[in-house]
């Protein structure tokens, strides 16, 4: 239980960052810059990886979520990183980023709902 909070933290970290990251730059920027798209990739990292250290259990309770695509791209950053499109990084980071940072939301609210005093 603490594992998959620990991790769901850390995917909502990375894709806050991600957002952060993203809100002030334009795709040549992105392109230009490397020290901003290593920071990306490292965040993409993190959710896969984070992806795949939670529960069976959890991401079968949410298979709403893409877990295999996340963790398969995370896979394809790591060891494919000399071959990555540049713009499919670009899409995923402004587009799909955000839309899993709202599910991470709303699992961590339904997992583990704050206690009420």
């Known amino acids: 239980m603490q594992r998959d909070l620990d991790r769901l933290e850390d995917i909502l970290a ?4 991600i957002v952060t990251f993203t809100q002030t ?10 020290r901003d798209r290593y920071a990306i ?3 993409l990292t993190i959710i896969g990886e984070a992806s795949h250290q ?4 959890l991401r079968e309770r949410h298979n709403h979520v893409p877990w295999r695509r996340i963790i ?3 896979h ?3 060891h494919g990183y000399s ?3 540049a713009t499919l990084v670009w899409e995923v980071s402004i587009r799909l980023v955000p839309e899993l940072r709202e599910q991470i939301e709303r699992i961590l609210a339904a997992e583990f709902p704050p206690e009420s005093t």
């Open 76 to 78: 394809r950053v790591v």
């Open 83 to 85: 071959a990555l499109d």
């Open 25 to 34: 730059m334009d795709f040549d920027g992105f392109v230009r810059d490397r």
């Open 14 to 17: 990375a894709t806050g960052d």
């Open 54 to 57: 939670l529960s069976a259990e």
């Open 41 to 43: 990739l490292h965040a």
């Open 72 to 74: 398969d791209f995370r």
